[in-house]
């Protein structure tokens, strides 16, 4: 069994930074990508973050230049560091892994619970 876990939320004034951390535990051979998604109440869960095994990171528009993911392979843990925070990214952010458990060929998806962020004066 694989277990994902965030910390790292919490209540932020707009223009602040927060900074968000993420480990997959268990069963793993090996992670080959782990990201953060977000979803606000009555909207979809967005992709915020990505990174590739190769270390290739991917963002949408909306968070390019204000958010950076990292990761700690040893470690199979995934960081994001918010800065220059706005309302609008107020949501439940989640930690997600794609990973190999063993006896498997195939990738399996893995999520946290969830942590709240909050941006608000």
């Known amino acids: 069994q694989v277990e994902v876990v965030e910390s790292g939320g919490g209540l932020v004034e707009p223009g602040g930074s927060l900074r968000l951390s993420c480990a997959a535990s268990?069963?793993?051979?090996?992670?080959?990508?782990m990201g953060w998604y977000r979803q606000a109440p009555g909207k979809r869960r967005d992709m915020v973050a990505v990174?590739?095994?190769?270390?290739?990171?991917h963002y949408p528009d909306s968070v390019k230049g204000r958010f950076t993911i990292s990761r700690d392979s040893e470690k199979s843990a995934v960081y994001l560091q918010m800065d220059n925070l706005e309302a609008e990214d107020t949501a439940v952010y989640y930690c997600?892994?794609?990973?190999?458990?063993?006896?498997?060929?195939?990738?399996?998806?893995?999520w946290g619970q969830g942590t709240q962020v909050t941006v608000s004066s």
């Open positions: 990174i590739l095994d190769s270390g290739s990171t």
């Open positions: 997600h892994a794609r990973v190999q458990i063993p006896d498997t060929v195939a990738l399996q998806d893995y």
């Open positions: 268990g069963s793993i051979v090996r992670i080959d990508v």
